[in-house]
Structures are given as structure tokens and as C-alpha cells.
């Protein structure tokens, strides 16, 4: 309990800008809305039902028959052969051994019910998981273009200036070549920047169902694991999608039991009931008055006991048992698959947070060495294309800074689904209660009635159609650590007196 409320409290305490949205409003929304989950859930109801349908097979039966016959062709006379017969009949059949086929049907369907409450689970997980994603990648893209467009602004003042200063001789042609080309790079990068930009955007929208706004920053992530080791512990006892592997491998042994009742001998107690009118034609024309009706009953024990099958019965074992191994294979390959991903998400985060170190150190030594070259160039040390390259340098790592980060925060959440610690209760979300799929299995598992019809289905994930399209338009103001404009580019461009390329 102590880690549900530590991460709810965090989503619900983060401080956010006003009118931002935030990444527990996107969750939440794509919990209740996106077609992924909801259509999980449809089938985790419709998997419900294959429990009262086992059980069904093992349930009293009762049927009735009627019908009226009308002889126009008659060889007999009138008692063997009547001009007309109505008759009626009720069934009623309780079986009461089947050589365990019902009850391991019924654990069958049963085991399958948890697996499959287990493997909505792992949809949730699976789902907040690609909206974080999506979140963090418009954050950080949009981060991305305003460096690019920054850069942009930055190279233009500088073509401004190398024109001014070829115009007075103290530059070149090729300073000022140099110039153009760095600025038409520039923007043909920030060009591919905002197409990815837009990628992101319409990524959320198909994800959480809305535009993104103005979106604030997520908050951290607590109770992240100190190794790999701890983290794998957690995850084999916890992840939602390796503990419904483990439930279809169990309920594949019952299946196995079912396939072997086949030969075993069924028994049940029949009872019967029959009414029979002949409407006046039974005796016709013998002058005779008799009975034009009659009733009967009768009560019997049924048994079934099968000799030879032409080899079904061995042929739907074998095939249970080929479907055990593979269900056992699948456990096996879901293990190695949460082992896999909890290490690799841990390695992942910690490394991103190493680069998240010495990015920050690469930004703050870019901006010095943009200054120094910028002041060495005034006194003729550097080229303009010397102030060109550190001005790249220190995009680049503008760049990968903001990378590093959206890069940590995604698989750190990711290393929480693996340990089964990202679900719907783990997040506290908001918006009405969680969705329970034991409150529809407890309503239906226990239904006899023929005539309990569920709601007709409607659609609960609305159409994104009405969602304008995405654009690349950036209001969100840069991260003071990573705007440049504050860089001092006072120094006057020049080749100065002593410059290499003059």
C-alpha cells in the first residue's frame, strides 16, 4: 500500500503551471477513453461468460416439444392410423456425472478468468506506459524546436553581421559563404524537427484522445529500484503479463482432465412427460366411443458408456497436452521477456542519468566556449567558421540534454510497469472509480437465467475526428538552462588582422 499512495500522491501533489495539462490528466483520460483499453475490456467481459457456459453443461435441463399431424394417406384403420394427432412433451434431464469433464471445464474457464483479469492488468501498464511516452516526446521535441528556431535567430544575426562586415572589408566572401550555409542547414533542420513535432502531437491525440496543450512537467518518479537485481525480484513476483502467462499455463493441466473424461461414462436421471390428443379422429366411423386423449410420464436414469470412439478421445488429450507444452514454453518466454525488459528499462535509466550529468556539464562549457571564441575572434585567434561550429556544438548538447531526459523519465516509468508498480491503483487516478473486472465476473458467474441479456454495446472511445490537426507552433518558453540567448555575442564578428583565413 505504501507504494500505491507514494506514487498517487506524487502525480496528484506536482505542482503544475496554470491551464497545464499534466501527466495524470493524460492518463486518466486515456484510461477512461482510449479504444485499446476499453476494447480489453469488452473481452475480458465476454470472457467471463465461458464460466456459467462450463457450468451450463453441468445444470438441469428442461424442453418441451408440440405439434400437430394431419394423415391424408391412411393404410390402417382409425386407432392405428388417425386423421389427426396433436401432441406434447416435457423433458427434464439432471446429469449428475460427466467423469470430471464439467469440473475441470469449469476450473478451466475460471483459471482463464484470473488470466485474463492479470492480462488487463498488463494493458494498463502497456498503455500508461506509451502515454508517457507520448507526454515526455512532446515535451522534449517541442524543447527541440525551440532550440532549432533559436538557432535559427542566432545564425541570421550573424549572416546580418558577416554581411555588415564584408560590406567594410573586414570579412571575407568565404566567412560570409560560411554563414549562409550554416543558416540554410539551420533551417532545414528546424524544418525536420517540426514534422517530428507534429508526429508526437497527433501521437498523443490517437493515445489520450485530445490535442495536447500547454503541458507541464511530470512529476518524479518515486521508489525506482537501486539495481537490476532488486528490480527483476519485483517484477517476477509482480508484472500483470508474466502472472497471466502462469494462469494460462495452469489452466491448460484442466484442460488435459477434460480431454480424459471423454472415455469415462456419463449418467444422469431423465423424466419425461407426454400428451397426446387425436381431436376426434381416433375410432372414426367404428361408432365406438373412445378416449381422444391420453397422458403419460416416466422417470429413468440415463447412462453413457463409450467403447470406441474411432481414437477421438487420445487425440484430444494428446492435443491438451501439446497445448500444455506450449503454454508452459509461453510462461518461460513471458519470464525471460520481464527479466529482459526490467534490466534493460533500469540500464536504460540509469545511463540516461549519467548523460543527463555531463550534458548539463557540456551545456554550461559550450556557452563558455561560445563566448571565448566569440571574444578570440575579436582579436583575430578564431574564424567566423570557428563561431559557427561552437554555436552547433552547443545546440548539439542543448539536443541531447533535453533527449536524455525524456529518455530517463520513459524508462523509468517503464522499469516501474515491468515491476508491476505502474497500474491504475498505483496512479490514484481521477475521474470516477477505477474499473473492477471482478464486479462483472461476481454478477455473471453464478447466472442461470436464459433470458439475462447484458446492456447493448455502444462506443465508449470517442473518434479523434473532430481534433484538428497538429501543428508545430512552440509557446512553451525554453528551460532557462538551456536558452542561449543570454550567451555574450557582443565581440564584433571579424577575421581580425592576424585571422587565419584571411
Known amino acids: 500500500m505504501t507504494r500505491v499512495v507514494s506514487l498517487a500522491l506524487i502525480l496528484a501533489l506536482s505542482a503544475s503551471p496554470a491551464q497545464a495539462d499534466t501527466l495524470r490528466e493524460a492518463l486518466a483520460r486515456a484510461y477512461r477513453e482510449n479504444p485499446t483499453i476499453t476494447a480489453s475490456r469488452a473481452q475480458q467481459r465476454a470472457l467471463d461468460e465461458n464460466v456459467p457456459i462450463a457450468r451450463?453443461?453441468?445444470?438441469?435441463?428442461?424442453?418441451?416439444?408440440?405439434?400437430?399431424?394431419?394423415?391424408?394417406?391412411?393404410?390402417?384403420n382409425s386407432f392405428t392410423t388417425p386423421e389427426r394427432a396433436a401432441q406434447a412433451q416435457l423433458a427434464l434431464n439432471v446429469p449428475f456425472y460427466s467423469g470430471g469433464a464439467v469440473r475441470n471445464s469449469v476450473r478451466a474457464a475460471e483459471t482463464r478468468v484470473e488470466a485474463g483479469q492479470f492480462g488487463l492488468r498488463g494493458t494498463e501498464a502497456s498503455l500508461f506506459s506509451e502515454v508517457v511516452a507520448a507526454y515526455n516526446d512532446v515535451i522534449r521535441d517541442e524543447a527541440i524546436v525551440g532550440l532549432n528556431a533559436q538557432n535559427v535567430r542566432v545564425l541570421e544575426t550573424n549572416l546580418q553581421a558577416s554581411r555588415d562586415r564584408f560590406q567594410v572589408g573586414d570579412l571575407t566572401r568565404t566567412?560570409?559563404?560560411?554563414?549562409?550555409?550554416?543558416?540554410?542547414?539551420?533551417?532545414?533542420?528546424?524544418?525536420?524537427?517540426q514534422a517530428t513535432l507534429i508526429a508526437s502531437r497527433e501521437n498523443y491525440v490517437r493515445l489520450v484522445g485530445s490535442a495536447p496543450g500547454e503541458l507541464a512537467p511530470p512529476p518524479p518518479l518515486p521508489n525506482l529500484p537501486q539495481n537490476a537485481d532488486g528490480a527483476v525480484e519485483v517484477a517476477l513476483r509482480d508484472n500483470p503479463t508474466l502472472l497471466a502467462a502462469l494462469k494460462q499455463r495452469d489452466a491448460t493441466?484442466?484442460?488435459?482432465?477434460?480431454?480424459?473424461?471423454?472415455r469415462l461414462p456419463t449418467l444422469g436421471v431423465g423424466a419425461t412427460g407426454n400428451y397426446v390428443n387425436y381431436l376426434g379422429s381416433l375410432g372414426s366411423g367404428t361408432g365406438l366411443g373412445v378416449g381422444q386423449s391420453g397422458t403419460s410420464a416416466g422417470l429413468g436414469l440415463n447412462v453413457s458408456l463409450p467403447l470406441f470412439q474411432g481414437g477421438r478421445p487420445a487425440a484430444l488429450v494428446r492435443q491438451a497436452q501439446a497445448t500444455r507444452a506450449q503454454a508452459i514454453e509461453n510462461a518461460t518466454a513471458a519470464e525471460r521477456q520481464v527479466i529482459a525488459s526490467a534490466r534493460s528499462a533500469f540500464a536504460i535509466w540509469r545511463s540516461s542519468?549519467?548523460?543527463?550529468a555531463s550534458s548539463e556539464q557540456a551545456v554550461a562549457a559550450n556557452r563558455l566556449s561560445l563566448e571565448g571564441v566569440r571574444a578570440e575572434n575579436s582579436v583575430g585567434n578564431r574564424t567566423i567558421l570557428d563561431i559557427l561550429n561552437a554555436e552547433q556544438e552547443l545546440l548539439n548538447s542543448q539536443v541531447t540534454l533535453v533527449t536524455a531526459r525524456r529518455d530517463a523519465y520513459v524508462a523509468g516509468f517503464a522499469l516501474l510497469a515491468a515491476m508491476g508498480q505502474a497500474e491504475a491503483e498505483d496512479l490514484g487516478l481521477e475521474?470516477?472509480?477505477?474499473?473492477?473486472?471482478?464486479?462483472n465476473y461476481r454478477s455473471v458467474r453464478n447466472r442461470i437465467s436464459d433470458f439475462g441479456d447484458g446492456k447493448a454495446p455502444v462506443a465508449i472511445a470517442p473518434s479523434t475526428s473532430s481534433v484538428a490537426p497538429q501543428n508545430a507552433t512552440v509557446n512553451r518558453p525554453l528551460d532557462p538552462a538551456l536558452d542561449s540567448s543570454k550567451v555574450d555575442r557582443?565581440?564584433?564578428?571579424?577575421?581580425?588582422?592576424?585571422?587565419?583565413?584571411?
Do not use: C, H, K
Open 490 to 502: 557582443s565581440p564584433a564578428l571579424t577575421t581580425g588582422e592576424n585571422a587565419p583565413n584571411r
Open 431 to 439: 475521474g470516477g472509480p477505477l474499473y473492477n473486472a471482478a464486479e
Open 56 to 76: 451450463s453443461s453441468g445444470r438441469p435441463t428442461l424442453s418441451t416439444n408440440a405439434g400437430v399431424n394431419e394423415n391424408y394417406l391412411r393404410s390402417g
Open 175 to 193: 566567412d560570409v559563404a560560411q554563414s549562409e550555409a550554416r543558416l540554410s542547414l539551420a533551417r532545414a533542420q528546424l524544418q525536420r524537427v
Open 253 to 262: 493441466d484442466y484442460d488435459i482432465r477434460v480431454a480424459r473424461a471423454s
Open 353 to 356: 542519468l549519467e548523460v543527463i
